[in-house]
């Protein structure tokens, strides 16, 4: 199994950008699919994007499209979550996740649909 540390976050400004990082040990990395998710203070924690195992394959929640772009290096056991123009709305906690997937097209948007999570890191964005 998989275990994922994020880094990255930090205090940033509005308009701003912040690049995440999320590096997973395991040498079945290159099999997950893996998303990211953030939860704001006094919220549910909720999908921001998904990658499949290739990197060929990405989905966004409205909120990131035209802002965000998550990419993975497979040679580095890593995925990133690139943060432009960001907003004080994207104040969050953000986690990334792992599945393990059906075929290499096979993304989700669900939380429960990941089984591994890693502790998160914490992004603001001050107006």
């Known amino acids: 199994q998989v275990q994922l540390v994020e880094s990255g976050g930090g205090l940033v400004q509005a308009g701003g950008s912040l690049r995440l990082s999320c590096a997973a040990s395991g040498r079945t990395f290159l099999s997950y699919a893996m998303g990211w998710f953030r939860r704001a203070p006094g919220q549910e924690r909720e999908f921001v994007a998904a990658?499949?195992?290739?990197?060929?394959?990405?989905i966004y929640a409205d909120s990131a499209k035209g802002r965000f772009t998550i990419s993975r290096d497979n040679a580095k056991n890593t995925v990133y979550l690139q943060m432009n123009s960001l907003k004080p709305e994207d104040t969050a906690a953000y986690y990334c996740?792992?599945?393990?997937?059906?075929?290499?097209?096979?993304?989700?948007?669900?939380?429960?649909?990941?089984?591994?999570w890693g502790r998160g890191t914490q992004d603001t964005v001050s107006s």
């Open positions: 990658i499949s195992w290739s990197g060929g394959s990405t």
């Open positions: 996740a792992a599945r393990w997937p059906s075929s290499s097209s096979d993304l989700r948007f669900l939380e429960n649909e990941y089984s591994t």
